[in-house]
Each structure stands twice: as C-alpha cells, then as structure tokens.
C-alpha cells in the first residue's frame, strides 16, 4: 500500500508521518508527531530528493517503488544529512544499486562517517549555483551552511519553480491527509509549532538564515517544499516574512512573556499580580509559564515572538533556581537579542537569583534590562506592591 501527492504534473510528496515518536532530536516534545519529507521527480531520468527515517521506511519504500512504476531510480539529491532524512540511505543503495547520490563536498565527508557503503562509485559533486539536467527539469543547487547543519544546501526546479528548502521552513507536526499549507489554518493550528521548530532547531543561526533568504529571493518560487512539514503553493511570502523576522531577531509583535521559578508559590504570586498590573495599563499580550512544568522550547519559541521578558525567580544553593538557568542558558544559545528585559528575584536569606539572571542576559546582544528590580525577601509584604507598580509602568512605557 502507499500514500503518495502529486504537487505538480511531475513532482511527487512521497514521505511519511510519525506520530509516535515523543521527543525531536530526543529533546523537543512533539505532541503532534513529525513528518520526514521526500520528493520524486519523474522525468527522463528519475530524481528522488532526500530520504526519510528508520521509523517511516516501510512506508517510504512503498511510496517510493509505487512512483517508480518498475522504472530504475537514476538520481537521490541529498540536501542534508541529518539522519531523520538519511538514515535510509543505506537500505535505498541496497534497494537501487544503480542510484547516482548528488552531494556537495562537505555532505560526502558525513556520508562516509554515517555510512560503510561505496560512496565514492555513484557519488555526483555540485557546488554553488551548479546545474543538472534531468529531461525538461533542470536543477540548481545553492549552498545553505548552517541551515541548520553545515553541510546543508537547497535545489530548484527551474521548470516547474519548485524549491525544495531541506529544513528551512519546516514545522513540528505530523501530516493528517491535507499536506498543502492552503489547506489548513496554518496561522492557527501550525504557526506556533513552526515558530517552535525555528527558533529551536534553526535559531541559532540568524545571520546564515538571512544569507539564505538572501540567495533564495532570487528565484521565483511557486512552490516551496520543506523536509518536515506542509508544502507551500500559495502566500508564500507571508511565511518568508515570518522567517525573516525570526531571522533577524526582531519581535512579531509586542508582548510580554513571564516565565517565573517557584518553589512554595510566592515568587508565582509576585509574578501573577504583574501580570494583573500589566493588563490593567492596556498590555494585551501576556504569556505566563512555571519554568519547572513547561518545556524550555515553548518559552524560547515566545521569546521570538514577542517583545518583553519578565524573569522571576528564586534563589536556590545561592543560584538561579536551575530550571529558570536552563531557560537563560536556552536563550543564550539560542542568540536571542533586541529584547527588554525585567527582573524579579526571591530569597529567604541572599537573594542572589536576580544578580545572576542580570549576569546573563548582559552578556547577550542588544538586550535592554530594565533598572526596576523586585527584590523579595521569602513573600511579597503589601508594602512592596509599589515596586510592582513601578515596574509595571516602566514596562509599559518600554513598550512604547
């Protein structure tokens, strides 16, 4: 059995989803699942663009032979070799001896390291803006280091204008029968995923991002195929833009996130009445998380999208209570920038929490941290409820 779409007259989705797989990378949660992308082209000579995980072979393998209709399989494109989209490969050259694998340079070293099989016999070498002619498709090759691996490049299909983008513009979730993004609401039901998906995955790596969306604004695209995720054949400019932004670390919008670290629920306390204080001066935008039950990569996806940061946390062992550290090391990481920041700290006896947290975030990039700091000694005492008005105000006029 198999489950293949047609994308256009000659281009195929022949790829799978996993819906059981808990964890992305063995990291990220992924309560949707996943999908693992792969494309044919069906021309003179046949093109199969990117493999798929163990987890969804058998699938694969049967879409693959279903396109193929007994024909030999001439070309695999490798765009990246993350395993999650080559840990096939091994078993397709057994299956296909006669494939020809076209890499660029730095994907044929991680072939050889993932793989014992004879690269070196079938291997096809492109470089930068090099061409392969199929029939009525050319394809062009344009490199893409550290989108988000640095081997990573991206092909077009100057026919039928198709650019098939490896990870970039993909998006957590799995496929559920509609694989275009026109037939979702992706706005609603996919946007935060895929923020999710950037800003943790491809974060990192703004500056090569923009160089990306730089050399891929060249083209004229028609249909955009991402390895995890919905194809795109319509508005796909507002997707750039939203790439764009993240690219650059600029906000989506202006907001307020309050990731807060509690232990007996005080510190908690001071951040909800924040938050009341916020929304009371007009703020509408205001995300709460308790640090300790919420998976950083939500709170590092928010922190893409909008504009303000509170950080309240307890002091613990003389630190930053850690799972609020693993939070900032995640934004550190992650080279979040052009953010304000607050802070409130908690500590019964040094109140240590809020220095460390300051510590952090000015050793990030154009980060503005706002002076009001709540100090708190154990609870927050009715006297202190001006500090949090201040705080708020100041806030609010940031935001400005």
């Given at each position: 059995m198999h489950c293949i779409k047609k994308l256009t007259e000659d281009i195929f989705w022949i790829g799978a989803s996993d819906r059981r797989l808990a964890k992305?990378?063995?990291?990220?949660?992924?309560?949707?699942?996943?999908?693992?992308?792969?494309?044919?082209?069906?021309?003179?000579?046949?093109?199969?663009?990117?493999?798929?995980?163990?987890?969804?072979?058998?699938?694969?393998?049967?879409?693959?032979?279903?396109?193929?209709?007994?024909?030999?399989?001439?070309?695999?494109?490798i765009n990246h070799m993350e395993p999650d989209h080559c840990a096939t490969l091994g078993e397709l050259?057994?299956?296909?001896?006669?494939?020809?694998?076209?890499?660029?340079p730095k994907i044929l070293v991680m072939i050889k390291q993932f793989f014992d099989f004879d690269i070196d016999t079938r291997v096809v070498i492109v470089n930068e803006g090099d061409t392969l002619c199929t029939g009525r498709h050319t394809l062009s090759f344009y490199m893409a280091p550290m989108v988000h691996w640095p081997e990573v490049m991206v092909t077009y299909d100057a026919l039928e204008?198709?650019?098939?983008?490896?990870?970039?513009?993909?998006?957590?979730g799995a496929m559920n029968g509609n694989i275009f993004a026109d037939e979702l609401d992706f706005e609603a039901d996919w946007l935060p995923d895929a923020r999710r998906y950037y800003s943790n995955i491809v974060g990192k790596y703004g500056v090569q991002v923009q160089t990306f969306l730089g050399k891929?604004?060249?083209?004229?695209?028609?249909?955009?195929?991402?390895?995890?995720?919905?194809?795109?054949r319509q508005n796909i400019n507002w997707y750039v833009e939203k790439y764009q932004r993240w690219a650059?670390?600029?906000?989506?919008?202006?907001?307020?996130?309050?990731?807060?670290?509690?232990?007996?629920?005080?510190?908690?306390?001071?951040?909800?009445?924040?938050?009341?204080?916020?929304a009371d001066?007009?703020?509408?935008?205001?995300?709460?998380?308790?640090?300790?039950?919420?998976?950083?990569?939500?709170?590092?996806?928010?922190?893409?999208?909008?504009?303000?940061?509170?950080?309240?946390?307890?002091?613990?062992?003389?630190?930053?209570?850690s799972a609020m550290e693993t939070l900032l090391l995640a934004f550190k990481a992650h080279?979040?920038?052009?953010?304000?920041?607050?802070?409130?700290?908690?500590?019964?006896?040094?109140?240590?929490?809020?220095?460390?947290?300051?510590?952090?975030?000015?050793?990030?990039?154009?980060?503005?941290i706002i002076e009001n700091t709540v100090s708190l000694k154990s609870s927050l005492k009715s006297d202190q409820l001006s500090e949090l008005e201040t705080l708020a105000d100041a806030i609010c006029e940031s935001m400005k």
């Open positions: 992305f990378e063995n990291a990220f949660p992924i309560p949707r699942g996943v999908s693992y992308n792969s494309y044919f082209i069906n021309d003179e000579k046949t093109v199969l663009l990117d493999t798929v995980d163990k987890a969804v072979g058998t699938r694969f393998f049967e879409n693959l032979e279903c396109v193929l209709q007994g024909r030999v399989l001439d070309y695999l494109v050259v057994l299956r296909h001896p006669e494939v020809k694998i076209v890499v660029n204008k198709v650019l098939f983008s490896a990870d970039a513009f993909g998006t957590f891929t604004a060249k083209l004229d695209i028609k249909v955009l195929c991402p390895l995890h995720g919905p194809v795109w650059a670390w600029e906000p989506e919008e202006k907001g307020v996130i309050i990731p807060y670290a509690s232990i007996y629920g005080n510190t908690a306390t001071a951040a909800e009445i924040l938050a009341s204080l916020l001066r007009g703020v509408r935008n205001i995300h709460m998380y308790d640090v300790s039950s919420t998976h950083p990569s939500y709170i590092v996806a928010d922190s893409f999208r909008f504009s303000h940061i509170v950080l309240a946390s307890s002091t613990y062992n003389g630190g930053i209570f080279n979040l920038q052009n953010r304000t920041v607050a802070i409130i700290e908690n500590g019964s006896w040094a109140a240590q929490s809020g220095k460390l947290m300051r510590e952090i975030v000015s050793s990030m990039k154009n980060m503005t």
